[in-house]
């Protein structure tokens, strides 16, 4: 194992005492700031010849995955690797659910091997959270139901601010299905704990007024904010959360709200374009605003990687600091 014995530059350490990542909603916007500083630091880690940090060196990260992922699995695994932690990935459908086991004894039975980590990606809403109050390992949302997707929204912003250089003063569109989104409430979040303001754009369907309560505008004629925005996150449609009949047809979806060269020449010309993957080329945005200059879908997932080390770094080593069982973090 190729493991530098000690970091020659380690990250700098904000102050942190969070034992657990459920949502962005319940941190402060000091503590995004913190992570998103730490994530810069293991992105020039990243760059480096020796990418290796032993700064979990002996601890034990699972991924429980319950929905299919791409993205934040593989990276979630390979940030652990990059700090040294053993991986282990946990199939739920080759697993002994199947036979009735419940998914608290699941959990409890992977920490009997040793989990220090649990990342967990669940369908239902609040899983991570029922989780955190029955096992002592730390556990990270990695996106239940249509709740918070955390390290998404931490990545987006950490790609605004590299982008842009900062986030607050900033207007931001997060376009699409809305309702059913976990990615647009973390984003939510953490885009107005930062000072930005947001603008929900899509059908009423799946943009509903009452969203305004959030702190955010709500707009349904993207041509008309178009020329308003810095940032454009571009949302997929969540057919496996809907029930359907949302909009008439995908092809008018994509007439109203699909992101086509016409409407990124419609906004500023440094417009940022981020999506959150995966993507439905010719759905939500077209192949040459996707690969075009304005797009920025790729740093993106190099800065998931960055965050979801900073993330474990912070983390690492709560669990043993405090063994009882999490019930001091009810939902
Ligand atoms: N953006 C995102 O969460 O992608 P995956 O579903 O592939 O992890």
């Excluded at 308003?228 to 359907?244: H, P, Y």
């Amino acid at each position: 194992m190729s493991v530098a014995p000690i970091d020659p530059d380690p990250p700098p350490r904000p102050p942190w005492d969070r034992r657990h990542l459920l949502g962005l909603e319940e941190l402060r916007a000091d503590e995004i700031v913190a992570i998103l500083d730490t994530a810069d630091s293991f992105l020039e880690v990243s760059r480096r010849d020796r990418k290796k940090v032993p700064a979990m060196l002996g601890r034990i990260v699972f991924n429980l995955f319950f929905e299919n992922s791409t993205r934040t699995r593989t990276s979630f695994s390979l940030a652990a690797k990059r700090l040294s932690a053993d991986t282990q990935d946990f199939s739920a459908s080759v697993s002994s659910l199947s036979k009735g086991e419940t998914f608290i004894d699941t959990a409890k039975n992977i920490e009997a091997m040793g989990a220090d980590v649990m990342v967990v990606r669940h369908p239902t809403p609040g899983a991570p959270h029922l989780l955190a109050r029955h096992v002592g390992a730390s556990i990270i949302n990695a996106g239940d139901g249509a709740h918070e997707h955390p390290t998404q929204g931490l990545l987006d912003l950490m790609t605004i601010r590299k982008a842009k250089g900062r986030v607050a003063g900033l207007t931001v569109g997060l376009v699409g299905d809305i309702a059913h989104s976990r990615v647009a409430r973390s984003n939510i979040w953490a885009l107005t704990k930062l000072g930005a303001n947001v603008i929900l754009c899509g059908p009423p369907t799946l943009v509903p007024r009452a969203l305004e309560r959030l702190g955010c505008e709500v707009a349904h004629d993207l041509d008309a904010i178009l020329p308003r925005l810095d940032v454009v996150n571009v949302l997929r449609i969540q057919f496996e959360r809907q029930a359907g009949g949302s909009f008439p047809s995908v092809a008018e979806y994509s007439h109203f709200y699909g992101m086509s060269q016409r409407r990124v020449d419609l906004a500023k010309p440094d417009l940022l374009l981020l999506a959150p993957g995966p993507i439905n080329r010719g759905v939500e945005l077209t192949p040459e605003v996707a690969d075009g200059p304005n797009s920025a879908i790729l740093a993106q997932v190099t800065h998931g990687l960055a965050v979801r080390m900073a993330v474990l770094y912070l983390l690492r080593g709560k669990a043993q600091a405090e063994p009882d069982p999490g019930r001091r973090e009810p939902r």
